[in-house]
C-alpha cells in the first residue's frame, strides 16, 4: 500500500467544465474541503473520496457525489483510490460546470481521469503502521536516546522530564523500534 504526505493536485477540462483534483493524507481532509469550500465559491459540485485503515487494521471507505448523478463521481474517484492501493488519502475534486451536459458515463470517466491525473503528479511513500510507544531512560542517558531515535527513524512526540528521568512519547514502525531496543537495551525502560 501507498500514501501521501502532503497535497498533490492537478486540472482538467472536458467540454468546458473543469475538474480540479486535489489528493491530500487524510488527516487534512476536513481542513482542505472547508479551504476549497471558501476558495472555489462558484463551484458546483465538490466531490470527494477517501480509504483509511482504523485502529482494527480495517479499510474504510467513503465518497461523496456532491448533487452529482448518484454514482456517477464519489464511486469512480473512489476507484482511482482503490486501484493505486492507496490508504489514509483522500481526493477532493472541485468541478466548476462548462455549460455542455457530460452525461452518467462522461462524468465518471472525466471524475476519474481528474483523480488520475493528480495521482499522477504525487509523491507516494510506502505505507507502514506506526505505533506510539512511552519509553523512560536516565538524565545521563538522554542525548544518547534523542540521537538513537534520529538514527532509528523513530519520531519524538514529547518529552518530560520526572524525578528519576526522562519519559518519552515515540512514534514508529515495529521494526524501528526493535532496532532502537536492540541498540539502546537496557539504557531505556519500555513503559507499559
Not at 42 to 65: C, G, P, T, W, Y
Amino acid at each position: 500500500m501507498k500514501t501521501v504526505e502532503t497535497i498533490f493536485s492537478d486540472t482538467i477540462e472536458i467540454k468546458g467544465s473543469k475538474f480540479i483534483a486535489h489528493l491530500m493524507p487524510i488527516g487534512m481532509f476536513e481542513s482542505e474541503m472547508e479551504r476549497l469550500r471558501d476558495l472555489h465559491p462558484k463551484a458546483v459540485h465538490l466531490v470527494s473520496a477517501s480509504r483509511s485503515l482504523n485502529e482494527f487494521d480495517q479499510i474504510v471507505e467513503s465518497s461523496s457525489d456532491d448533487g452529482e448523478p448518484k454514482g456517477t463521481s464519489g464511486k469512480p474517484t473512489l476507484s482511482v483510490l482503490q486501484g493505486h492501493e492507496l490508504i489514509n488519502a483522500a481526493i477532493i475534486t472541485v468541478r466548476y460546470f462548462g455549460g455542455t451536459k457530460l452525461g452518467p458515463g462522461g462524468l465518471v470517466r472525466a471524475y476519474a481521469d481528474a483523480a488520475n491525473a493528480a495521482y499522477a503528479n504525487a509523491e507516494l511513500l510506502s505505507y507502514e503502521k506506526l505505533f506510539v510507544c512511552t519509553i523512560e531512560c536516565n538524565y545521563s542517558t538522554v542525548s544518547m536516546v534523542e540521537y538513537e531515535c534520529v538514527q532509528q527513524n523513530i519520531y519524538i512526540i514529547s518529552k518530560e522530564f520526572g524525578i528519576n528521568g526522562a519519559i518519552f512519547l515515540v512514534e514508529g514502525t515495529t521494526e524501528n523500534f526493535e532496532k532502537l531496543f536492540n541498540v539502546l537495551g537496557r539504557t531505556i525502560t519500555k513503559v507499559e
